[in-house]
Structures are given as C-alpha cells and as structure tokens.
C-alpha cells in the first residue's frame, strides 16, 4: 500500500487533488481511496488530503499518520504546519514553490522536488492570479516523480472530474510534469 | 482488480459512501425523497436532487421546512405505496424522532440512510454512532455498514426487504470514513435492479378513494399490545426474509452479506466485535497478528435491529476472551454494542470474559495502533477491571462536585 498526504490551503483544490488520482489509479485497475479531514475545509485555512492505493483492496481509513509521500500546493505552510511529520524513510516531498526550496527547511535527507504550479496555473487561467488552483499541475509533477499512473490516465481522470477548463488542467499537469525539479534526493 | 471484474455486471466507479447512497437510490427507481441538509449527509440528498433536476431518476423531491416535515411527508407517499427515502445525521435525526416511532411502530416500508455524526452539545461533526443507535427502540430494522460497496448493495437491499416485510430500513454509515471517503464501488446495470426488486404489493394502502381507518384512538388496551408484539415479531420475521433477500442477490449480483461475519475467528481465542468502518480496520490488525501466530479473529455486527443475539452466541462460544469496540456511549452505563452481547451472553453456560471499549467517539481516530493496544490489554487481563474501558483519550481527570 501507498499512501500520499496532501497539504493545502482551502481552495487549491487539495480534496480534488486527490479525487483525481484516485480516479487515475483505477483507470490502471488499482484498488485507491481518497478522503480528507473533514470538517475543516474553509477556504485560505490548511488543509488535509489523503490518498491510499493498493493493487489489492484498502482496509485502513482516515487520516494518514505516516505517509509515504507528501505534496504540498502551498509553499507558506511549511512554516505552520508539520508537514512532513510521519514521513517514512525515502519518502519524497513534492511541493509547489517558485524558488528552489531550501534543503534546511526539511528534516536532513529529504528528498524534495518541485514545480512553480501556482505560475503554471496562473499561466493556464486556473483560479486567479492572486490565488491560482494549483491542484492539477501538482499532480502533474507528483506523477512524473513518483511513477503511480501514467499521464494518459491522469489527463483522463482530469477531464472526468473537473467542472470546467478541463483542456487547460491538462496543460497545466503537462507543464509541471515536463518541469518538475529536484532540489535534494 | 479490475482483472476479476464480470464486467457484464457493472462498472466500477469511484464513489463517496453519500454518493453511493444516492446512486443506488437512482438505480432503486424511488418514486418520492424528502429531505432537509444537514452535514454530514447533504451530498446524499444534492446528488439525488440533481438526479431528479435531470430526468435520471423520476421522482418527486420534496425539499421540506424541517427534519420533521420530511419524515412525516415520506410516510404519508408510503402510506399510498410509493417507494420513499430520505437521508439525515445528528441533529435532523433528533428532530425527526417523533416521525421515527411513527413509521417504526406504525410498519411504514421506507429506507432512510443516516450518516454517523455527533449529536450536539458540542455541534460538531465527527463520527461516532450515538445518533443511530439510539434508534434500537423505535421498531426500524437497523444496518451498518463497513465499505461504500456495502453501503450501495445494503441500500439496495433495504428497498426488497422493506417493501416485502413492510418493516422500514434504517441504513448507517460512518460519516467521513465512509460519507466522505471515495472508493471504487461496482455500479451495476439497472436492469439487474429492476429485475432484483419487484415494486411493492402492499394489501392496504390509502386511497381517499376507498376510505379506511389505518391508526386511530381508542382502541383497546389488549389490541394495541398486540400490535407491539406484531412489531416486535416483524423485525424478527423481516430478519428471516433478508437471508432470502441476501440469497436473490447474491444470485443477480454475485455478492452476499450476513447479519454477522464471522472472521478467522475458528480458533481463535480472542474475537474484536466491532460494526461499520471499526470492522474494516479490526479485520487489518487480525491479518497482521495472525501473521505474528496469534489466534485473534473479529466479528463484525452488520445488522444491530433485530439484534443477531443467538448468531452471536454462536459465533462467541469457543472463544477465551471478547474485545468489544464501541464508537457511541449511553451515559451511565456504557457502550451500547458491548451492553447488548452482555445481555445475549448471560444465560449461557460457556460464556467468553467480555471487555468493553470506548473508543473513537467524537472522531477519534480508531488506528490499527489502537485495536492492537486494546487486544493486547484483553490478552494481559483475566477479567476487566472496568466495565467500561476508555481508549485513546488518556486518563481520566474525575470530575469533581461545583
């Protein structure tokens, strides 16, 4: 089993994030189930999402406590939150920054790539400029990082679950994709 | 797993436990759904509500002023023999109650998912099934649930046992862990549906047309205690008709469920009882220690109205020790789960020693951690120490007189 901890802002479309990806993983007939901690989804305040997958059915439900991965759409939380609490050995942080982030911000040996999402949503007309929807061009860059489905099946999952702009989340999960960084591994 | 799938019985599709709901309530063809919005359920209703917007399902949708309204607008389409739903949580659940004993004692065939939330004060949302279970007494067949597959194929279900039994259904699902958590679920075709339930053929409904009494006062002391025992007695026939029920589905739909399951629990000397999400995550801590040679097995309680007392009996008997997990408290006494397989375990001569744990109320993660420490406190101790067992909350700071 896999299991991926979204860290965003109310509004970035962590919740989401997750919906599509697991959409994706069973497009690839893998068993996923994607949640959120519930109850506190209001917009600008952090946010929790969670992702399990298995080629087998999943038991275990509720927050993840000790992630395999973690991606985060909003690069201010790193300060507030403790995001990368729990985080197995090897894990990989994925994270929406538009500098390179810094490796002493992170517990020693992490391994973190990243992505401008937030100017590649910005560039797609995702959100507003002042507060991009970030969540498909992180998943675009999650995915080229960690190997979970393929860019098809996430394009797929895209254009099925969001409501409008489906061609323009499809760019924007492209753009991270093909410029997804890594600053530390 | 989609390698297993018969794909000429459905399609998977990737579906909250709410929205579950509403797509087996579509594929249902219900013919009348009132409802007011409450959190943790509204998803359930909005999704039905967009449904009827649409033509998918034809029906009418009332939205009514209150929780009271609703459940006295879906027994009065009941009375005249139209399939009726509705959903609720928490507080709409407390203020439908009145209605509850209406159509529980009245023998009103309805379904009504209630997602698991808690009961204010404080007003809150997460999960834990006081609401619910403090349903037992009002005469509604009552089931939880522990995946969203469960959750549309129980839905499912309710609509032929209630409609033959004329016994209304209450369906339960934990919030979040299930209302709010997407999984693949198996959406089958409609014409299996249609073919898995018949429509209803009441021998009395109301018809202004054709006057007659259904309720009324003044009738004898005597009579009315017989309609009690009717009641009581139908819940019991109605638990006979779902292993039919069970049985008629399997066959269209190639799955099948139990009032309980039995897991790994054949030598096993310690057995988890526990119902909805709380059986999911029990049945990955058995694997995992029967992996370390442990004989532990679960039971997972799936119907708790009529209460599967002798199934449980059985299902106990070889066992040393029993851990009960319950995720609801009846205040001053204990957990509601555990209080009921006391009382089907007390005139047996070979009975296991029961412990009795309250855990995950409020919302309270219950982790695979926890069931362990709590089958690791059943193995250390001969006998409870306390009736009731408080888990994952720390120690208690007794209160103290103002």
Known sequence: ?185 | MASSVDRTKGTYVMLSGNHAVSNAVRLSRVQVVSAYPITPQTPIVEKISEFVSSGELKARFIPAESEHSVLAAVSGASSVGARTFTATSRQGLMYMEEVVHWIGRGMLPMVMAVVDALIGAPPDNWTEQDSSLYQRDTGWMIFYCETNQEVFDTIIQAFRITEKMSVPVMVCLDGSYLSHTSEPVLVPDIALVDKYLPGRKDAIVADPKKPHRLFGPAMSQEFNAKLRRRTHEALETAAEFRKTADREFESIFGRSYDDIECYKTEDAETIVVAMSTVAGTSRFVVDRLRESGQKVGLVKVRMFRPFPGNRLVEALKNAKKVAVIDRNLSYGHGGILCMELKASLYNEKKRPTVFGYVAGICGVPITPELIMQIIADTNAKETPEEELIWMGIGKSEKVKAV
């Open chain 1, 1 to 185: 089993m896999i299991e991926i901890r979204f860290h965003g802002r109310g509004g970035q479309g962590a919740v989401v994030a997750c919906d599509i990806l697991a959409l994706a993983l069973l497009k690839e007939h893998q068993y996923a189930q994607a949640s959120s901690l519930f109850g506190a989804e209001r917009r600008g305040a952090p946010v929790q999402a969670f992702l399990r997958t298995d080629p087998d059915r999943v038991l275990i439900r509720g927050e993840i406590f000790k992630p395999d991965h973690i991606v985060i759409l909003d690069p201010t939380l790193i300060k507030n939150v403790p995001v990368t609490a729990g985080l197995k050995p090897g894990g990989w942080i994925v994270m929406n920054s538009a500098s390179r982030p810094k490796a002493s911000d992170f517990p020693p040996g992490s391994k973190i790539a990243f992505c401008d999402a937030g100017a590649i949503a910005a560039k797609h007309g995702l959100g507003s400029p002042q507060s991009p929807i970030v969540n498909t061009a992180i998943l675009g860059g999650l995915i080229k990082v960690i190997k979970l489905v393929s860019l098809d099946s996430l394009a797929n999952a895209i254009r099925e679950i969001v409501p409008g702009r489906k061609e323009e989340n499809v760019a924007a999960a492209k753009g991270a994709y093909e410029s997804i960084q890594i600053a530390a591994s």
